[in-house]
């Protein structure tokens, strides 16, 4: 089974870091503060499992919590710039979600200068609001910020797509925005971010799921599911929402994801999460399991 990798990060938050990340934010792997993408790819090794490449996604919109402006572009550059790098190192086929503050008034020459690196194919700046990602407890709900929204708009200009990392209350806003910007690719991250409370009541999220799904631009990753239940694999109601959510997309406009090394982290060694995920799809056709593990991913970030 081919694997293309639709979100992970690299990252280094030793003290002397270059790569624009926040040692304050970010986690130091098994104890380890750089986390390259030769450990990723070693990470990765699974038995009956190819890597063939993925998407980073970027870090950054977690990191530097008080900082806005020329600083907090810099380190959006960075972290790019650090990343690039890292992958120039490696045969395999990489694409960059970078990160940019949509809301700022140098957001076009941001995407200028992220877009000058070949990997650069999209944006990822966490929205999630109530309950908000550490930069939103201060910045509030982006969806109803009208320079964020114009922000957003300029993506199209650059061919990028959106990675959207947000909470289920915010499905409905999302998806008007998204029905203003059709050509705009949204890439919907980890399920939509559901606690089990949204799960257990079930309706705000299935409603906006749906509005979500009847956009033809969107896609949505199968990933974090962590963030659930440390144990998911044994959750019948996380197995439920995994199956119906391929069943709303279509196993064309879904695929799964290591979410390394976060994952990894909450005790998911690759091994163990790949079997995990093939073992709730075994259902489907082995054509239909390969799309879901490699060639809706990389169709998605246009490969």
Same mark, same amino acid.
């Given at each position: 089974?081919?694997?293309?990798?639709?979100?992970?990060?690299?990252?280094?938050?030793?003290?002397?870091?270059? *790569?624009?990340?926040?040692?304050?934010?970010?986690?130091?792997?098994?104890?380890?503060?750089?986390?390259?993408?030769?450990?990723?790819?070693?990470?990765?090794?699974?038995?009956?499992?190819?890597?063939?490449?993925?998407?980073?996604?970027?870090?950054?919109?977690?990191?530097?919590?008080?900082?806005?402006?020329?600083?907090?572009?810099?380190?959006?550059?960075?972290?790019?710039?650090?990343?690039?790098?890292?992958?120039?190192?490696?045969?395999?086929?990489?694409?960059?979600?970078?990160?940019?503050?949509?809301?700022?008034?140098?957001?076009?020459?941001?995407?200028?200068?992220?877009?000058?690196?070949?990997?650069?194919?999209?944006?990822?700046?966490?929205?999630?609001?109530?309950?908000?990602?550490?930069?939103?407890?201060?910045?509030?709900?982006?969806?109803?910020?009208?320079?964020?929204?114009?922000?957003?708009?300029?993506?199209?200009?650059?061919?990028?797509?959106?990675?959207?990392?947000?909470?289920?209350?915010?499905?409905?806003?999302? *998806?008007?925005?998204?029905?203003?910007?059709?050509?705009?690719?949204?890439?919907?991250?980890?399920?939509?971010?559901?606690?089990?409370?949204?799960?257990?009541?079930?309706?705000?999220?299935?409603?906006?799921?749906?509005?979500?799904?009847?956009?033809?631009?969107?896609?949505?990753?199968?990933?974090?599911?962590?963030?659930?239940?440390?144990?998911?694999?044994?959750?019948?109601?996380?197995?439920?929402?995994?199956?119906?959510?391929?069943?709303?997309?279509?196993?064309?406009?879904?695929?799964?994801?290591?979410?390394?090394?976060?994952?990894?982290?909450?005790?998911?060694?690759?091994?163990?999460?790949?079997?995990?995920?093939?073992?709730?799809?075994?259902?489907?056709?082995?054509?239909?399991?390969?799309?879901?593990?490699?060639?809706?991913?990389? *169709?998605?970030?246009?490969?």
């Amino acid at each position: 089974m081919k694997i293309w990798d639709p979100h992970f990060h690299i990252w280094d938050v030793s003290q002397t870091t270059t *790569s624009g990340h926040d040692p304050e934010q970010l986690f130091a792997p098994e104890g380890n503060p750089v986390y390259t993408l030769e450990r990723y790819e070693k990470d990765m090794a699974i038995e009956g499992f190819e890597l063939t490449g993925g998407a980073f996604v970027e870090a950054v919109s977690v990191c530097h919590v008080d900082d806005d402006g020329p600083s907090f572009e810099a380190c959006c550059l960075a972290e790019t710039s650090w990343t690039s790098k890292e992958m120039d190192g490696s045969d395999l086929e990489y694409r960059t979600v970078a990160s940019a503050s949509l809301e700022s008034p140098n957001v076009e020459n941001l995407l200028a200068s992220l877009k000058q690196h070949q990997r650069v194919c999209g944006i990822r700046q966490i929205i999630n609001h109530e309950p908000s990602w550490p930069r939103n407890q201060k910045r509030g709900n982006y969806l109803e910020n009208p320079s964020w929204r114009s922000g957003f708009a300029k993506l199209e200009d650059f061919g990028m797509s959106f990675d959207l990392q947000l909470n289920p209350h915010q499905f409905h806003d999302a *998806s008007v925005l998204g029905e203003s910007h059709p050509k705009i690719p949204l890439i919907i991250g980890h399920l939509g971010s559901p606690t089990l409370a949204d799960l257990e009541e079930g309706q705000v999220y299935w409603d906006g799921m749906r509005r979500l799904a009847d956009l033809e631009q969107t896609s949505i990753k199968l990933s974090m599911f962590s963030y659930l239940d440390p144990d998911w694999d044994g959750n019948p109601l996380v197995i439920e929402t995994v199956l119906k959510v391929i069943d709303l997309f279509g196993s064309e406009r879904c695929f799964f994801a290591s979410n390394f090394p976060v994952e990894q982290h909450q005790g998911w060694s690759a091994s163990k999460l790949y079997s995990a995920f093939l073992k709730m799809v075994e259902y489907l056709s082995e054509e239909e399991q390969q799309k879901l593990f490699s060639e809706n991913a990389r *169709s998605a970030y246009r490969l």
